[in-house]
């Protein structure tokens, strides 16, 4: 079974860099399409990024396209994304995620039935 666990997370002043790590456990884990979405308060999720199980394929929401970047290393089982420019508005608890399906299905489906979650990791952008 493939688990995820976020990390990165933090409080950054607007215009600074985070970036997130996703480890992922699990004899399947290098084939499945990872993840990265978020819920910022009082809002529902949404989807930021997703890549594919070899890393060749790249998803993101139009919303951050440009400032963050999402990658995999899948000898160390871990997908990151890489957060510029940040602000305010991306100030969110950001949750990674992991499918069998492809990383379009994954920024295309009801997140709800994808198959692993993260607890989710909060990033905070101050003005």
């Known amino acids: 079974q493939v688990q995820v666990v976020e990390s990165g997370g933090g409080l950054v002043q607007a215009g600074g860099s985070l970036r997130l790590s996703c480890a992922a456990s699990g004899r399947l884990a290098n084939y499945y399409a990872m993840g990265w979405f978020r819920q910022a308060p009082g809002k529902e999720r949404e989807f930021v990024a997703a890549?594919?199980?070899?890393?060749?394929?790249?998803y993101y929401a139009d919303s951050i396209k440009g400032r963050f970047t999402i990658s995999r290393d899948n000898a160390k089982n871990t997908v990151y994304l890489q957060l510029t420019s940040l602000k305010p508005e991306d100030t969110a608890v950001y949750y990674c995620a992991a499918d069998p399906r492809s990383a379009q299905a994954m920024a295309l489906v009801d997140d709800r039935n994808l198959e692993v979650w993260g607890q989710g990791t909060l990033v905070t952008v101050s003005p």
């Open positions: 890549i594919s199980w070899s890393g060749g394929g790249t």
